[in-house]
C-alpha cells in the first residue's frame, strides 16, 4: 500500500488541470472584484475553498471559447488515458500465457483479478475518444463560420449522457481494486521475473525518448482516478454551456448520473474505513482543521485530519451545483518515528507586506460597508450585502493563506517532510500535544486505502470550514471592538530558573495584529515584566496567552481568557491565569472606540539608536526601553564575572551589527545577543546611551548637579535625590534601573575587576553632558577637565547613595476603577 499512496500522491498532484483551472478562475475572478483599484498581484499560489458559483463570462461568444478549450482537453486527456490503458494491458495476453505452464508468474486466477473489466474500460473510452473527435473535427471544417453559429452546431451532451451510462464498468473495478493491487504487491515482493515488469513498464506511444515510465500500481490507480474527473470535466462544461443551448439538459442528466455513480461510490469506500491496529484499536480520528501547506515555494489552503495513527493531509472542493463536497488526497504521515519541531516565520519580503497591508484595508472596507448594509436593511441580508460579505471572505481567506504565521515541520522515518503553517501559536501547540501523546502510545500504522479515507472525511470531520469571522454572528454585545490593553506583571511556579516571555493572542477579524508579547525577562524563577501590551481589536471573543523559555522557545504554559466587554469596559481587571503548572497575574481592560482604517504601508519597527529615550519607551509603551532592559539583563545572566566588563571593548563590527537588529528587529537582536560575545552587548548599551540626542541625565540640570558636588553629606546626598526627582519620568527610572545594575557589577568586583568608581568613570560622560553653548547663548562654560571631573563625580555619587529608589520599567495601571 505505501507504493500505492505514493503513486496517488503523485498522480493527484500532476492530473489534469482542467477543473482545478476552471474553479480557479472564478476564485480569483472574485478576488480581483476586490482588489478593483487595480491590483494585479492576486496570488495564484493561493488556493481558496470555493465559493458559490460566480458568472465569470459575460457573453456566449466568451463561453463558447472556454467551453471548446476544455472539450480540446478532455480529448488530449482522454488520449493519454487510452494511452495508459493500453500501457497496462500490454503484458496481459503473456502473463495469461505463462500461466498455463509448470513455471508461471500469476495463475489464471491471479491474471483475471488484476486485468478485471480494463480491456473493457478501454473499448468504452476508445469509442467516446473517437465519436468527441469526430465532433470537434467537423467544428474545425467550419471555422469560416461566425462563432455563434459553429456553437449552435456543436453538440456533444448526447455523446457524455451515452457515455456515463456505461460507468456501471467502472463499479466492478473498483470493487476488485483492492484485491488486484495486493496480488500485485506480492507478486513483486516474492517474485523477480514479475518486479522487473512492474516496477519498468513503458508507455507503447510516441517516440522512444520520450515515452513514459510507470509502476504497474501507479497504472492501475489511473480509472480511480479517472472515475472523480468525470464528474469533475461534466460540471465544467456545464457551467460554461448557456442554459437556452439544446446540450445543457443534456449535460445536467449526465452530471446528475455521474454524481450519483460517485457518490455511490463513495458510500461504499467509507464503510471500509473501520481499520484495525495493532494491540485491537481502531483508527479514530482525534482531531482535524484548515492549515497552510507549503509545498515547492507556494502556499495552499488543505485540511489536516489527525487519526490514531497517522496524519492525513487533504484539500476540499466545495459543494457547487451538480456536485457534493468532498476531499482530493494531498498526503499522509505514519505518526510512528514522526519527528515534530515548530518555528516563528522569519519576516516577510517588503512586497508581500505592502500586500497583506493593502487586504487588511480592503477587508476594513468590506466589513465597514456590510455593517452599513445591514444597519440599512435592519438585519436582512440583501443581495449587495451578500455580495460584500462573499468579499470580506475571500479577503480573510487570502489572509490566512499568506499572513505570518508559526511553522510546524513534520520529519517521518523514510526522510519524507512536510511544513504546514498554523496562524496561532495555541492552536499550533494543540496540534504539538495531540501528535507527541499519539506517538507516545506507539500504535503502528496500517498503510491506508487513501481513497476511501480521503473520501471519508466529509462526513467524519469535525471542523466545517476555515477560522473565518465572516462565518461568525456579528453580535456586538458579545464581542471587542477597539483597544485591549493587558498588562503582564509576573508569574510563578516555574520548576527552575529560566528566562522566559508571554505572548498573548486574540481571536478576530485579521484587520489588525492579533499577537504581542512581552520582553525576556531575567533568568529567575519568579519572573516579573509589568508591561502593558495594547491590540487594537475587531470582533475579539477570546485571549490566549502562552508562556516561553528562552533560548529553547519551549511553550511551559498556556491558557484562554473569554473576553467580557461589559466586566473589563473603561477599567482594570486584574487577575490570576493558570497555564498549566504556571500562574500569571495579568490586568485587562477594554476600551471601546471606532477604529481608524489600516495602513496601506506595512508597519516596519522605528529605530530606537539615535532616538530621544521619551519617544522609544512612548513607543514601547514602558518607562525603561526595552534595548536597556535586554542588555542588562543578558550582561546579568552571562557577564557579571566578566573581567573588564564595560571597559574592555567588543568587536566594533558586531556591536554594529546588533545595533541595526535592534532598529529593524528587536526578537532578531534578542536572538543574536544571545551567541555573541557579551562584550559586543556592553559595547551596544553604551553605545545607546553615547548617542542619546538628549543625554540620559537631562543638560539642563548639569549645572545644577555641579554646585551640589559643593555641599557636603548628607546635604549633599538629599538633594541629589531631589534633583533626580525632577527628571522625566523615563529618565528617573531608566537612570534608576541603570545605576541598581551597576551597583550589581560592582558587586563582582573581585571577579570583574570593576568597582564603583571605574563604572562611574566609563558610564560618566555618556549619562551626563552640559548643554552645547550655542552662539546667542552665553551660559556658564566649564572646563573640559573639569566637565569630565563633573560627569564622574555626579554618577559615582548616586552610585554610593545607599536611599536610590526602585525603578519602574512599566507605567503604573490607572487608579481609577478596579485593579
Known amino acids: 500500500m505505501e507504493l500505492f499512496s505514493e503513486a496517488?500522491?503523485?498522480?493527484?498532484?500532476?492530473?489534469?488541470?482542467?477543473?482545478?483551472?476552471?474553479?480557479?478562475?472564478?476564485?480569483?475572478?472574485?478576488?480581483?472584484?476586490?482588489?478593483?483599484?487595480?491590483?494585479?498581484?492576486?496570488?495564484?499560489?493561493?488556493?481558496?475553498?470555493?465559493?458559490?458559483?460566480?458568472?465569470?463570462?459575460?457573453?456566449?461568444?466568451?463561453?463558447?471559447?472556454?467551453?471548446?478549450?476544455?472539450?480540446?482537453?478532455?480529448l488530449m486527456s482522454e488520449e493519454t488515458y487510452l494511452c495508459e490503458l493500453e500501457t497496462l494491458l500490454t503484458p496481459m495476453k503473456a502473463l495469461r500465457a505463462s500461466a498455463g505452464t509448470s513455471q508461471p508468474v500469476l495463475s489464471i486466477e491471479q491474471v483475471q483479478t488484476v486485468f478485471y473489466q480494463l480491456p473493457e474500460l478501454r473499448d468504452l473510452h476508445q469509442t467516446f475518444h473517437g465519436s468527441l473527435k469526430a465532433k470537434l473535427q467537423f467544428v474545425d471544417v467550419e471555422q469560416g463560420l461566425p462563432v455563434q453559429l459553429q456553437h449552435t452546431h456543436l453538440s456533444v451532451g448526447e455523446l457524455f449522457l451515452k457515455f456515463v451510462s456505461h460507468l456501471g464498468l467502472y463499479r466492478g473495478f473498483i470493487d476488485n481494486y483492492e484485491s488486484a493491487v495486493r496480488i500485485v504487491k506480492k507478486c513483486t515482493q516474492t517474485d523477480p521475473r514479475f518486479r522487473i515488469l512492474a516496477e519498468s513498464m513503458m508507455s507503447t506511444k510516441g517516440p522512444e525518448?520520450?515515452?513514459?515510465?510507470?509502476?504497474?500500481?501507479?497504472?492501475?490507480?489511473?480509472?480511480?482516478?479517472?472515475?472523480?474527473?468525470?464528474?469533475?470535466?461534466?460540471?465544467?462544461?456545464?457551467?460554461?454551456?448557456?442554459?437556452?443551448?439544446?446540450?445543457?439538459?443534456?449535460?445536467?442528466?449526465?452530471?446528475?448520473?455521474?454524481?450519483?455513480?460517485?457518490?455511490?461510490?463513495?458510500?461504499?469506500?467509507?464503510?471500509?474505513?473501520?481499520?484495525?491496529?495493532?494491540?485491537?484499536?481502531?483508527?479514530q480520528l482525534i482531531r482535524d482543521g484548515f492549515v497552510v501547506d507549503v509545498c515547492e515555494g507556494g502556499r495552499s489552503l488543505r485540511h489536516l485530519f489527525l487519526y490514531t495513527d497517522l496524519l492525513l493531509c487533504v484539500k476540499l472542493k466545495g459543494a457547487t451545483m451538480g456536485r457534493q463536497p468532498h476531499y482530493r488526497f494531498c498526503w499522509y504521515m505514519p505518526l510512528t518515528g514522526l519527528k515534530v519541531q515548530w518555528a516563528a516565520e522569519k519576516e516577510l519580503p517588503t512586497d508581500l507586506q505592502l500586500k497583506i497591508s493593502n487586504m487588511r484595508a480592503k477587508l476594513f472596507q468590506c466589513r465597514r460597508t456590510l455593517q452599513e448594509y445591514m444597519r440599512e436593511s435592519k438585519g436582512s441580508i440583501s443581495r449587495a450585502a451578500d455580495r460584500c460579505r462573499r468579499k470580506m471572505e475571500a479577503c480573510e481567506l487570502w489572509l490566512f493563506t499568506n499572513e505570518p504565521s508559526f511553522i510546524l515541520e513534520l520529519n517521518s522515518t523514510n526522510s519524507k517532510s512536510h511544513i504546514v503553517h498554523v496562524s496561532s501559536l495555541y492552536e499550533l501547540e494543540d496540534w504539538r500535544e495531540a501528535i507527541n501523546k499519539l506517538k507516545a502510545e506507539d500504535i503502528e500504522t496500517v498503510p491506508p486505502d487513501v481513497l476511501s479515507l480521503a473520501n471519508s472525511c466529509v462526513k467524519l470531520r469535525m471542523t466545517q470550514q476555515p477560522p473565518l469571522c465572516c462565518y461568525q454572528p456579528d453580535d456586538e454585545k458579545y464581542s471587542l471592538c477597539g483597544s485591549l490593553c493587558v498588562v503582564v506583571h509576573s508569574a510563578c511556579g516555574l520548576q527552575q530558573p529560566a528566562s522566559v516571555y508571554v505572548c498573548i493572542e486574540v481571536d478576530g477579524f485579521e484587520i489588525f495584529d492579533r499577537k504581542a508579547q512581552t520582553c525576556?525577562?531575567?533568568?529567575?524563577?519568579?519572573?516579573?515584566?509589568?508591561?502593558?501590551?495594547?491590540?487594537?481589536?475587531?470582533?475579539?471573543?477570546?485571549?490566549?496567552?502562552?508562556?516561553?523559555?528562552?533560548?529553547?522557545?519551549?511553550?511551559?504554559?498556556?491558557?484562554?481568557?473569554?473576553?467580557?466587554?461589559v466586566d473589563m469596559l473603561k477599567r482594570w481587571k486584574k487577575m490570576t491565569l493558570t497555564l498549566g503548572l504556571i500562574e500569571v497575574i495579568i490586568s485587562v481592560k477594554y476600551i471601546p472606540h471606532p477604529l481608524e482604517p489600516p495602513s496601506f504601508i506595512p508597519l516596519q519597527q522605528k529605530a530606537v539608536f539615535s532616538v530621544l529615550i521619551e519617544d522609544v519607551a512612548r513607543q514601547e509603551g514602558v518607562l525603561v526601553p526595552h534595548i536597556v532592559r535586554s542588555c542588562v539583563e543578558e550582561i546579568e545572566r552571562r557577564g557579571l564575572e566578566e573581567e573588564g566588563i564595560y571597559r574592555v571593548s567588543g568587536v566594533s563590527s558586531e556591536i554594529q551589527t546588533l545595533k541595526h537588529a535592534f532598529n529593524t528587529n528587536y526578537w532578531e537582536a534578542i536572538s543574536k545577543m544571545r551567541s555573541v560575545d557579551i562584550n559586543t552587548v556592553s559595547g551596544t548599551l553604551k553605545l545607546y546611551l553615547r548617542e542619546l540626542p538628549e543625554p540620559l541625565i537631562p543638560t539642563h540640570h548639569f549645572q545644577s548637579l555641579s554646585k551640589l558636588l559643593e555641599l557636603n553629606d548628607p546635604d549633599r546626598a538629599e538633594a541629589m535625590l531631589s534633583e533626580l526627582q525632577s527628571f522625566p519620568d523615563v529618565n528617573r527610572n531608566t537612570l534608576l534601573f541603570l545605576l541598581q545594575h551597576l551597583k550589581r557589577v560592582a558587586e563582582k568586583e573581585e571577579q570583574n575587576k570593576m568597582s564603583l568608581c571605574n563604572l562611574a568613570t566609563v558610564f560618566g560622560p555618556s549619562l551626563l553632558r552640559p548643554p552645547v553653548a550655542s552662539p546667542d547663548h552665553f551660559g556658564l562654560r566649564v572646563d573640559i577637565s573639569q566637565e569630565v571631573e563633573v560627569q564622574v563625580h555626579v554618577i559615582y555619587l548616586y552610585l554610593q547613595n545607599k536611599k536610590l529608589p526602585e525603578a519602574f520599567t512599566t507605567k503604573p495601571l490607572d487608579t481609577e476603577g478596579e485593579v
Open 209 to 283: 525518448s520520450s515515452r513514459m515510465k510507470y509502476t504497474f500500481e501507479a497504472l492501475l490507480y489511473k480509472p480511480l482516478d479517472r472515475v472523480t474527473k468525470t464528474t469533475l470535466v461534466l460540471h465544467d462544461l456545464l457551467k460554461h454551456t448557456p442554459c437556452d443551448h439544446h446540450d445543457y439538459t443534456l449535460l445536467q442528466e449526465a452530471l446528475r448520473v455521474s454524481s450519483s455513480f460517485l457518490c455511490g461510490v463513495n458510500e461504499g469506500s467509507q464503510q471500509k474505513t473501520a481499520v484495525t491496529l495493532s494491540r485491537g484499536e481502531r483508527r
Open 520 to 565: 525576556l525577562s531575567s533568568c529567575s524563577l519568579k519572573p516579573q515584566w509589568d508591561q502593558e501590551l495594547v491590540l487594537q481589536v475587531d470582533g475579539a471573543r477570546n485571549l490566549w496567552l502562552l508562556c516561553l523559555s528562552q533560548p529553547q522557545e519551549d511553550i511551559i504554559g498556556r491558557g484562554t481568557l473569554k473576553l467580557d466587554p
Open 8 to 74: 496517488l500522491q503523485y498522480l493527484t498532484s500532476h492530473g489534469l488541470p482542467v477543473q482545478d483551472e476552471v474553479e480557479e478562475a472564478a476564485d480569483s475572478d472574485l478576488l480581483q472584484d476586490v482588489f478593483s483599484d487595480g491590483t494585479d498581484w492576486v496570488s495564484n499560489s493561493t488556493e481558496i475553498t470555493p465559493l458559490p458559483d460566480t458568472p465569470t463570462y459575460r457573453t456566449p461568444e466568451d463561453m463558447l471559447e472556454k467551453k471548446m478549450l476544455l472539450l480540446r482537453e478532455i
